[in-house]
């Protein structure tokens, strides 16, 4: 199923129902070497804010305010 779109259609409903939940802020974590991911991200609005030491993942946060 890849390049199929399923991966944004998956995010843009889960950012949705976010919304609809009167949820603030949004955190997410992915494999440094999943660049798709990580451009598919910040076409989103994500920004990097840190990452996770212990797996060593990218930690990313959308506010939806």
């Avoid at 976010?18 to 798709?36: Q, S």
């Avoid at 451009?39 to 506010?63: A, Q, S, V, W």
Wanted: glycine content about 6%; some cysteine.
């Amino acid at each position: 199923y890849a390049n199929k779109g399923l991966a944004k259609l998956t995010l843009q409903y889960s950012l949705s129902i976010c919304r609809l939940a009167d949820v603030k802020r949004i955190m997410l974590k992915f494999h440094p070497e999943n660049i798709i991911a990580m451009k598919m991200y910040k076409n989103f609005g994500f920004n990097e804010t840190g990452i996770d030491e212990r797996i060593g993942h990218i930690i990313m946060h959308k506010d939806l305010i």
